[in-house]
């Protein structure tokens, strides 16, 4: 079969594949606030390909004006896995403020989502005035405490055509963190009558200390484009255009006396707490690697403002925690910053164990108050793992065999004569054998349990460096706990690979530690050990 053939059996396939999937029709906007006269952008995305036609947009004509629709095709990608879209970009400025509602638009047999819109009444009687080109920049508030947020939003408004050259500085200040929220929005307001372009810049800005603090102006540079010519017919070149805002002041509050001096400062609209497992069980058992990840959300604070949540230290449960991942999200309000911190839990024994509390203070800094998110104490059910279980030897005892009570003296004379006889022809035998006779060791022996845990150790193989370990302590006269409860350095080097087998770090994992431990045991303790267990015999394994 040759490649042109085959190319085309593959996109017959795809294209009977794609009525299978199940068409969507998903609605977003740039923005749900905005003041009277401005634009915003709707986008619909469809992932239908085969709809060769547009959504109905007559339904907007009664709570907005369409002044622009634009369709863009995305085509299927192999190397980034994604499928073949379909985005209209339609421009819509809203007939009235208030509460407006984009409805639901219809393509083939999908469905958008309505959104509703918050449109402000603003105060175009100061902006009329003004240049065709001017700037202009408020903050959220006036008044802030110390590290909490406060929106920086600033704003170019032109009447005339501008170059794609324009820049606006981002605001210095020397006393505060600034972080840009989400990128720049180009946008259309009509004052007056008079349609303008709007750029616009949000930050969120953090003052670093209490007191007055100013915001410097914003230098706007941009070049205007002269639509004149020349006499001789060329074009003229475009004017350069530099114009700042005005400085803002900013009233910066410290921490409130109701402040708890322990606790870290956390400023912010609103904080949640949550967690999540996994696996999800109510129950588990020793040995078992349950991960746990709790979720610290903060609207209005930068992730990195985020202090660390409690550990889990309880007795009877080994932590292994994971690298905190951080994540900032830019929404209309501000900054919503979030911390997740994961760490694999591991039982160490059976029973139930509490988890403490979690408790995180925070100050509202919209009602003003101290608030606490918290998370109830937990209790986890650990019960015994029977593959971690050592096996040891269960003697045997033979219950004695019913006897009948008619001839107990006959049957008592012939057990007594039997054993007589047994016992003199092993008596006989056993004056032609050695003293003490060698016994044939069942099993491997262990030097060569040994040498596989060396092996093990130096190839740092985690997995069987564990099971060379567990088959070595079955035939030593202790467990593995309590050789490492009397030897520090087997017990570091034991954690150290417990850590690497319940972590995502296991490959780096080195053995060299674990073998010198078990190496290094003391020859003293272990003579001493066997002496005391088995009456005075000398060690296994004599140095």
Known sequence: ????????????????????????????????????????????????VTQFGKPDLSTLEAEFEVRDTRQVNRPASLETDTSAATRWLITLLPRHTGTVVIPALQLGDAHSEAITLQVLVGDDGALASLKPVFIDANLDTDRVYVQ?????????????????????SPPQITDAKVEQLGDVRTYEKIINGVRHGVIEMRFAIYPQRSGQLTIPALVFNATLVDTTHNSDGTSRPGELLRITSAQIPLDVRPRPDAWPADAPWLP?????????????????????????????????????????????????????????????????????????????????????????????????????????SNLPARTLRVVDNPTLAVETPVADHAAPADNPALWPWKVATVLFAFTTLLGFILWWRARSQPAVQRSVQAGPSPRSLLDDIKRACQANDTYATRQAIDAWARQQPETL???????????????????????????????????????????????????????????????
């Open 1 to 48: 079969m040759s490649r042109v053939s085959a190319f085309f059996i593959c996109c017959l396939l795809a294209l009977l594949a794609l009525p299978s999937q199940a068409s969507t029709l998903v609605a977003s906007v740039d923005r749900t606030r905005l003041g009277a006269g401005e634009t915003v952008e709707l986008t619909l995305q469809s992932n239908d």
């Open 148 to 168: 909490a947020q406060a929106v920086l939003t600033v704003r170019v408004y032109h009447s005339v055509a501008l170059y794609d050259d324009s820049r606006l």
């Open 268 to 372: 912010a609209r609103s904080v949640t707490l949550s967690e999540s497992w996994n696996p999800e069980t109510a129950q588990s058992q020793v040995g078992d690697s349950l991960t746990r990840t709790l979720t610290l959300k903060a609207d209005g604070l930068s992730s990195a403002q985020l202090p660390p949540l409690p550990a889990t230290n309880v007795n009877g449960l080994r932590r292994y925690p994971d690298q905190p991942q951080l994540n900032n999200q830019p929404g209309e309000q501000g900054l919503v910053g979030s911390r997740d911190e994961r760490e694999a839990l591991v039982p160490a024994r059976s029973g139930n164990i509490e988890l403490p509390p979690v408790d995180v203070v925070w100050w509202n800094t919209r009602e003003d108050h101290l608030e606490h």
């Open 481 to 543: 706990a309590d050789m490492a409860a009397r030897f520090v350095p087997l017990s570091d080097a034991l954690d150290g690979l417990n850590g690497a087998l319940y972590s995502e770090a296991g490959q780096y994992w080195q053995g060299g530690d674990l073998w010198r431990a078990i190496n290094a045991i003391p020859a003293v303790d272990r003579a001493a050990l066997h002496v005391g267990d088995n009456g005075g015999l000398p060690p296994l394994y004599p140095k």
